[in-house]
């Protein structure tokens, strides 16, 4: 078979239980999502979907009640593994996230862009401004915003905050992208546009993306989880998880029968 066919595993999860507290949000979830797909999370709300995706860069270390048991793997490396704040902070930069509401900082388009690069690198002003431009690009956003570079990012309209967040994120040239329900707050036409730009994205990132919208799932997915209570119910590409899924279970969920 040609290599081609047969992407890397970007992230396997094996064995992952996730607590709060007493109360267990994941169960023994086990799953290969490959490179430069767009790999869907769905499930009703609870079910452990967002827990799932914090848990690849380890967001819900900031959570004081939260363990974890079980291994989650990004190109062969342990993310646990990592032990220091310094090197947790490193294990982020390599797994961008986009959050359900789009949170620009309160200053310029252009320093929402360059305030990453700053903290961790030193390279020429010119530099990290021409590396901006060339993500706002790949976001779609710059012919937007060219004439607004140093205005407030805070005034730019919900869909393009959201676009900015995601430009802002590959500034440090992660591998993996995470997003968090990342059209959830967005009107139609802002939507078409995130999803356009993911579909562009895979050919260079790993995407997982968590929806509660089945609809941009089987859009512009390459493969579906169905969570439910904890537990990942059925995983599949995600046209045979919508058309022809394996458990009743499924079914009656993309049917909306539940």
């Not at 047969?6 to 094996?14: H, R, Y």
């Amino acid at each position: 078979m040609d290599e081609k066919t047969t992407p890397e595993t970007a992230v396997k999860i094996t064995g992952f239980n996730a607590y709060y507290g007493h109360n267990q949000a994941l169960k023994s979830i086990n799953l290969d999502i490959p490179e430069n797909q767009i790999y869907a999370f769905i499930g009703p709300s609870g079910c452990g979907k967002t827990t799932m995706l914090r848990s690849i860069n380890r967001l819900n270390d900031l959570v004081s009640s939260f363990r974890r048991e079980g291994e989650i793997e990004v190109f062969g490396t342990d993310v646990y593994s990592f032990r220091g704040k310094k090197d947790v902070l490193e294990l982020r930069m390599g797994i961008g996230m986009v959050f359900q509401q789009p949170n620009p900082l309160p200053t310029t388009v252009m320093k929402n862009m360059l305030l990453p690069v700053k903290e961790h690198y030193k390279d020429k002003h010119s530099e990290m401004v021409e590396l901006a431009v060339r993500n706002l690009k790949n976001a779609g956003l710059f012919e937007e915003v060219e004439d607004r570079l140093n205005k407030a990012a805070m005034k730019l309209s919900g869909g393009q905050q959201q676009r900015l967040c995601i430009a802002r994120a590959l500034m440090l040239n992660p591998k993996i992208l995470l997003f968090d329900e990342p059209c959830s707050a967005l009107d139609p036409v802002s939507t078409y546009k995130i999803e356009d730009l993911l579909m562009k994205l895979k050919e260079n990132y790993t995407i997982i993306m968590v929806t509660h919208n089945m609809e941009q799932a089987a859009r512009i997915s390459d493969r579906t989880a169905f969570f439910y209570q904890g537990e990942i119910v059925e995983s599949n590409t995600t046209y045979n998880l919508f058309t022809v899924p394996e458990n009743e279970l499924t079914q009656k969920y993309v049917m909306r029968k539940m």
